[in-house]
């Protein structure tokens, strides 16, 4: 990653601020995404609430980026928020991404529809989905055109997809058993497909 940390950022603000104040609006203009900010570490964690550790399942992936992408990121975000949402709102049932809103209020929303329905003796069908990765798994061809339908600047579109496409990560692993692990199971995936494209 490029090194850079919190505290040089607070430290250093006044030598670094006129030059972040350069760079950021050039990156943003030309959608350019330094190297070093694409770089991802992740690192392992074991899940507390685990009594056992012997599955990929029992750790938990903390995705360590660069502050600078971060501050960007976060520059990004507040104008989107501010300035886009402000003018084009997300749906009001659409409960991520929204302030005051969050599962639990999506939950609470279903109890009172539900509550309500048993209350008046009327039928109610539910059908939940549970739609693995939903974020993960979200195309940037799917991505783009949805921010274009919201009134996003192209300039700002093509940044966040370059953030997004020239992401590479490397594997960290804290706690010896996970590595152990994961090795284990990053070679039985191996070489299972190996096997298929040899069949």
Known sequence: MDRIFTALLQDGREILLPQLVRIFPACLATGYVPVSWHQVKVVFIPKSSRSSHNGPSDFRPISLTSFLLKTMERLVDRFLK?????????????????????????????????????????IAIG?????????????????????????????????????????????????????????????????????????
């Open 82 to 122: 501010d300035e886009i949402l402000v003018l084009q709102p997300l749906h009001p049932i659409q409960h991520a991404y929204q302030a005051g809103k969050s599962v639990e209020t999506a939950l609470h929303q279903l109890v009172v529809r539900a509550e309500k329905t048993l209350y008046q003796q009327e």
């Open 127 to 199: 059908v939940f989905l549970d739609i693995e990765g939903a974020f993960g798994n979200t195309s940037y061809d799917s991505m783009c055109p949805a921010f274009t339908r919201h009134g996003v600047d192209q300039t700002i579109i093509r940044w966040i997809r370059a953030t997004l496409e020239g992401r590479y990560k490397s594997l960290h692993f804290t706690h010896i058993k996970a590595k152990r692990i994961f090795e284990e199971t990053f070679y039985c995936k191996w070489y299972c497909t190996c096997n298929e494209s040899q069949n």
